[in-house]
């Protein structure tokens, strides 16, 4: 089993629908969870940290389901500059009490007018 | 955005030469790394610094070395470079350990022809 797996997509989604991307990882272990944004040609940026009980940041909510190691992403009201790769990223227990961030390859959204 | 700059930004250089790229950081971070990212594979970590002087390989290192002889500088130098080794190169650094947030430079597109 890869240790972070997403759906790389393409996912091809009008303006102002809402898209959701879903993330799962290997070790139960791991502590910190992710996600990046990476434009075309461009280096990954943070997007927002994921917490236990969820988080929101404006159209922006990320989950987190432990049990089932599991992450998601949803986006409501699509805009055209949300087109863009969108990495997930886990802290993953590496062994010897040491974690190593890990990154998935990247789910492509194309935002079409 | 985090004080990370690579150079060159973009290099084409021939089979068998000598290559260095350098990433500069001004947050006094004590980690640092280098990755590349190829279509398919995603982001995959090349080596690492956890401190002036202390460098480990990451999980594709073979062709590369890496020195760090100033918190803010870490090179990374394909010793002959080869056409397996074309790819965009990103270096991050982080406050933390390996498992912490990590943030990017801009990235060095390389071509090795």
């Known amino acids: 089993r890869k240790e972070v797996e997403q759906d790389p997509g393409p996912f091809n989604v009008p303006e102002g629908a809402t898209v959701a991307f879903n993330c799962t990882y290997s070790?139960?272990?791991?502590?910190?969870f992710f996600w990046y944004r990476q434009d075309c040609r461009k280096e990954p940026k943070l997007l927002m940290s994921v917490y236990s009980s969820g988080n929101e940041d404006g159209r922006f909510t990320a989950q987190l389901n432990r049990a089932s190691q599991y992450i998601s992403l949803l986006i409501r009201d699509s805009k055209l500059s949300d087109s863009a790769t969108y990495l997930c990223?886990?802290?993953?227990?590496?062994?010897?009490?040491?974690?190593?961030?890990?990154f998935g390859k990247g789910t492509k959204l194309s935002v079409i007018p | 955005d985090a004080g990370i700059t690579q150079s060159p930004r973009h290099k084409v250089t021939e089979t068998g030469t000598p290559v260095t790229l350098r990433c500069h950081q001004t947050e006094n971070h004590r980690y640092m790394y280098w990755y590349r990212q190829d279509p398919g594979h995603g982001l995959r970590l090349i080596h690492y610094?956890?401190?002036?002087?202390?460098?480990d390989k990451g999980e594709v290192s073979d062709g590369y070395s890496v020195s760090r002889s100033k918190t803010e500088d870490f090179l990374l130098t394909l010793e002959s470079a080869t056409s397996s080794q074309t790819s965009v190169y990103f270096c991050?650094?982080?406050?933390?350990?390996?498992?912490?947030?990590?943030?990017f430079g801009p990235g060095t597109r390389l071509t090795v022809t």
């Open positions: 990223v886990v802290n993953l227990y590496s062994g010897a009490g040491s974690y190593q961030l890990t």
């Open positions: 610094s956890y401190g002036v002087k202390d460098t």
């Open positions: 070790n139960s272990a791991s502590q910190s």
């Open positions: 991050a650094i982080s406050h933390g350990g390996q498992g912490a947030l990590q943030y």
